[in-house]
Structures are given as C-alpha cells and as structure tokens.
C-alpha cells in the first residue's frame, strides 16, 4: 500500500477499537483521528455527506446522542444546519469514517466489510 488510510472516529468507541484492531492485525497501515479532539471541517463533513448519498448516510440515528436530541434538532433542512448539528454533537458522525488514500470514504465497521474494502 503507498500511502496509509485515516481512520476517524472517536478514542473509547468499541466499534473504533474493533476496526483499529481489525486494521492492526491484519497490517494495514493507518492513521488514527479522533474527532472530537481534532474537529472535521464543515466542508470536509459536507464532501463526506455527498459522497455517501447524503446526511442520512453519514449520520447515526441508532445511538443514545441521537435520541437524546430535541425533536426539533432531528430534521436540520440545510447543510449548514447539518454541520452545525455535527460540530455540537460529534458522536452523530457514524463510526469510523474510512478515507483511502484516493479520497473515497466508507463508514461502519463490520470484519466482512473491512476483508472486502481491504482485500484480505
């Protein structure tokens, strides 16, 4: 591999660990970021969006921070709102985010998944 992946997520995510793990043992280099220490960018939140097919894809509806969210939080119209809601609530981003190194993103980690992006 020429150049490492970037693996964003958050430090104490079990779902992070597990693909850092998963990465680690099977010798794919890998650069670790944790966003809630080292903010994405609105604009990089708003590629990574478009890329996936939009906010829906990118944003998780199942954890305890989404259900914890005022109703009126949960339907931001605009990609401003959407980043703003991000900005706020950094545990929204669904884990990890997968950036290889021709910029194409992937999210979530399952050990099938992570065999098919990685080749192993």
């Given at each position: 591999m020429t150049s490492a992946i970037t693996l964003y997520g958050l430090l104490n995510c079990d779902t992070c660990k597990k693909a850092r793990n998963w990465l680690k043992r099977f010798e794919v280099?890998?650069?670790?970021?944790?966003?809630?220490?080292n903010p994405v960018p609105a604009a990089t939140l708003k590629a990574w969006a478009q890329q996936l097919g939009g906010w829906e894809k990118l944003v998780n509806k199942s954890g305890t921070t989404?259900?914890?969210l005022l109703?009126?939080?949960?339907?931001?119209?605009?990609?401003?709102?959407w980043t703003l809601l991000l900005k706020?609530?950094?545990?929204?981003?669904?884990?990890?985010?997968?950036?290889?190194?021709?910029?194409?993103?992937?999210?979530?980690?399952?050990?099938?998944?992570?065999?098919?992006?990685f080749g192993k």
């Open positions: 280099e890998h650069e670790f970021v944790d966003y809630r220490a989404w259900r914890n109703p009126q939080r949960k339907s931001p119209g605009s990609d401003p709102e706020e609530y950094p545990a929204l981003v669904r884990r990890p985010v997968v950036v290889q190194p021709d910029g194409e993103i992937s999210v979530g980690f399952t050990d099938n998944g992570f065999k098919k992006l």
